[in-house]
């Protein structure tokens, strides 16, 4: 299993740094969930959540380069349907308070103010919204294993649709997808902090990379 998600992560790295240059994803009104069970012919599947990982990145100053800070979170759970390897429906949550800072010794003082800092109020407020989800509203094939996904992302109690590319495969009961890196708005889910172009070298940029790997099985 370590094995999958080693080779998921560099598929993605190697996607992500072919592509390093990406428009934000793109953001809108939440849209209603397919009922999977009124679908027809769909494979379900349930996340591995040892073999799955979200990690996160991000910037400060005025241009959008090399990460400042990055780390991951752990997808608690989640459920899949899909049509071949075309996911139709599924919902995913994420545990926020399990925030982790990757680019500092865990035990420095600093790693340890920084993941404070990112669950308190200013951005994630965990106390508050302990989880994060994810439900699938629709995907659309682009090539034979390449897709676009596009869900309803809930953060901090705020609902939009976020829409992003991803490879996808399903084959001996089990489902996968890997994204390139793409980036959201932290604004978008009300996390104005520090976050206004008039800062210069202090902006904490709004944009927030994330790279997503996804294992589940039947």
Same mark, same amino acid.
């Given at each position: 299993?370590?094995?999958?998600?080693?080779?998921?992560?560099?598929?993605?790295?190697?996607?992500?740094?072919?592509?390093?240059?990406?428009?934000?994803?793109?953001?809108?009104?939440?849209?209603?969930?397919?009922?999977?069970?009124?679908?027809?012919?769909?494979?379900?599947?349930?996340?591995?959540?040892?073999?799955?990982?979200?990690?996160?990145?991000?910037?400060?100053?005025?241009?959008?380069?090399?990460?400042?800070?990055?780390? =991951?979170?752990? %997808?608690?759970?989640?459920?899949? /349907?899909?049509? +071949? !390897? &075309?996911?139709?429906? #599924?919902?995913?949550?994420?545990?926020?308070?399990?925030?982790?800072?990757?680019?500092?010794?865990?035990?420095?003082?600093?790693?340890?103010?920084?993941?404070?800092?990112?669950?308190?109020?200013?951005?994630?407020?965990?106390?508050?919204?302990?989880?994060?989800?994810?439900?699938?509203?629709? =995907?659309?094939? %682009?090539?034979?294993?390449?897709? /676009?996904?596009? +869900? !309803? &992302?809930?953060?901090? #109690?705020?609902?939009?649709?976020?829409?992003?590319?991803?490879?996808?495969?399903?084959?001996?009961?089990?489902?996968?997808?890997?994204?390139?890196?793409?980036?959201?708005?932290?604004?978008?889910?009300?996390?104005?902090?520090?976050?206004?172009?008039?800062?210069?070298?202090?902006?904490?940029?709004?944009?927030?990379?994330?790279?997503?790997?996804?294992?589940?099985?039947?």
């Amino acid at each position: 299993m370590k094995n999958i998600t080693a080779l998921l992560l560099i598929a993605g790295l190697a996607w992500a740094c072919n592509n390093e240059k990406r428009p934000t994803a793109e953001t809108g009104d939440a849209a209603a969930t397919p009922d999977a069970a009124a679908i027809a012919g769909t494979d379900a599947y349930t996340l591995d959540a040892a073999a799955s990982t979200l990690l996160w990145e991000g910037y400060e100053g005025l241009s959008l380069g090399q990460s400042a800070h990055n780390g =991951s979170l752990r %997808i608690a759970s989640g459920v899949v /349907n899909a049509q +071949g !390897n &075309l996911p139709v429906a #599924g919902k995913f949550v994420i545990d926020m308070t399990s925030l982790k800072v990757e680019d500092m010794p865990a035990g420095d003082m600093g790693n340890a103010k920084l993941t404070r800092h990112l669950l308190n109020a200013d951005f994630f407020d965990a106390a508050k919204y302990p989880q994060a989800v994810f439900e699938i509203t629709q =995907s659309r094939a %682009i090539t034979a294993d390449s897709i /676009n996904i596009t +869900g !309803n &992302l809930t953060l901090r #109690g705020t609902t939009k649709s976020v829409s992003f590319p991803a490879k996808v495969s399903a084959a001996n009961g089990m489902f996968s997808a890997v994204t390139p890196k793409f980036y959201i708005n932290r604004k978008d889910w009300g996390m104005f902090y520090r976050s206004e172009d008039s800062l210069g070298d202090d902006l904490i940029r709004p944009e927030m990379g994330i790279t997503l790997a996804i294992v589940a099985k039947k």
